[in-house]
């Protein structure tokens, strides 16, 4: 069973830099594509970046040249740091996989930031 263990949420004043850590389990985690999506309230889900197994990256264009996201296979552990944050990146933070070789899709539980205005 893959399980995905996010941590480093947090409030912090606009302006401020946050770095998410996603811990995972139970797959080829270094074959994997993982990602972190957000939700802010009354919003859908969306793609924040991606990660491949070649560590090609993905970013949503909004936020390219503040989030950036690595991985660290020898730790089964994907990061996204968080730069120059503003009120409207609030939101949780999910981590997802998508798991070689069948490209299941796993959540993690989620991670709170805030950012007050």
């Known amino acids: 069973q893959v399980q995905l263990v996010e941590s480093g949420g947090g409030l912090v004043q606009a302006g401020g830099s946050l770095r998410l850590s996603c811990v995972a389990s139970?797959?080829?985690?270094?074959?994997?594509?993982m990602g972190w999506y957000r939700q802010a309230p009354g919003k859908q889900r969306e793609l924040v970046a991606a990660?491949?197994?070649?560590?090609?990256?993905n970013y949503a264009d909004s936020l390219k040249g503040r989030f950036t996201i690595s991985r660290d296979n020898a730790k089964n552990t994907v990061y996204l740091q968080m730069n120059s944050l503003k009120p409207e990146d609030t939101a949780v933070y999910y981590c997802?996989?998508?798991?070689?070789?069948?490209?299941?899709?796993?959540w993690g539980q989620g991670t709170q930031v805030t950012v007050p205005s």
């Open positions: 139970g797959s080829a985690f270094s074959r994997d594509t």
């Open positions: 997802n996989a998508r798991t070689w070789p069948y490209e299941y899709v796993y």
């Open positions: 990660i491949t197994s070649a560590s090609t990256t």
